[in-house]
């Protein structure tokens, strides 16, 4: 892989394990040195230890992305140890399905914290560093669920609620050189998709193999597809690329 983000510093969220383990990951091999983000620095420990062990630069960073106040001495912490930050992956995310007339304020209320304040927070946090060197990349996760799904009201509607906050954080940021995109994962192999199981009353296996047969490519996604995606984003290749959201989910969304 090529060395791109050599001397850039990467935020990425909720990267203690999962799908923002493996961007972390995929960004250190890129050459960044990357903050690993989540709730508890302690179990950040596991991905920090790949990176640097595959020779790469990584630290350990706790911040709850819903306050203002973690957040900024998250990223003051960054700037101050590893340097200006050029790159941000807004990926923590969490799950409180029910159906509608079984959620309750607080399960819509911790999705919408996540997933909507977590990236307003820290995007705002980031820009401050990236519109005074004119550069910066930021991709934020959004879901398929965007679309619609039974039983994820919140989640849904936050997921889209990303989609329009990279649109117009592309149109204000865009003229500082600054590229905004998203990314929209399917069926993703994680911890939040087994848990999705447990809730339907099934195994993770027939989880996997029902979503596999309803996708055109017939196979579920990894980590490694979303990481790979999120390495085009923050390439120069896709310096044109802005207010995007780019799905990644074998075809799904077609049908």
């Not at 911790?110 to 910066?136: E, I």
């Not at 979503?211 to 990894?222: N, S």
Request: proline residues 2%; aromatic residues 6%; hydrophobic residues 40%.
């Amino acid at each position: 892989m090529t060395r791109e983000l050599q001397d850039r510093v990467a935020v990425v969220t909720g990267a203690g394990r999962g799908i923002g383990a493996a961007i972390a990951e995929t960004l250190a091999s890129s050459g960044a040195a990357v903050a690993v983000v989540d709730l508890d620095e302690a179990s950040c420990a596991d991905t920090v230890r790949r990176i640097t062990e595959a020779g790469g630069s990584a630290l350990a960073v706790a911040a709850d992305v819903t306050d203002s106040d973690s957040v900024d001495r998250a990223f003051t912490r960054v700037s101050e140890e590893l340097g200006t930050v050029g790159v941000l992956v807004n990926n923590a995310g969490v799950t409180k399905d029910n159906m509608l007339f079984k959620m309750s304020e607080q399960d819509w209320d911790t999705v919408m914290g996540v997933h909507l304040r977590g990236a307003f927070l820290c995007s705002k946090a980031a820009q401050r560093q990236m519109v005074p060197q004119r550069w910066g990349k930021i991709v934020n996760l959004s879901s398929v669920s965007a679309l619609g799904n039974r039983g994820q009201a919140n989640y849904s509607t936050a997921k889209a609620g990303v989609q329009g906050f990279t649109k117009t954080l592309a149109i204000e940021l865009g003229p500082f050189g600054i590229n905004v995109n998203a990314i929209a994962p399917g069926f993703i192999v994680s911890d939040m998709t087994a848990t999705t199981a447990e809730r339907l009353g099934v195994t993770f296996e027939e989880l996997q193999q029902g979503a596999a047969a309803e996708t055109p490519v017939r196979r579920v996604g990894q980590p490694s597809d979303i990481a790979n995606a999120v390495s085009f984003l923050t390439s120069e290749q896709s310096s044109f690329v802005t207010g995007q959201t780019l799905y990644v989910d074998g075809g799904r969304k077609l049908g």
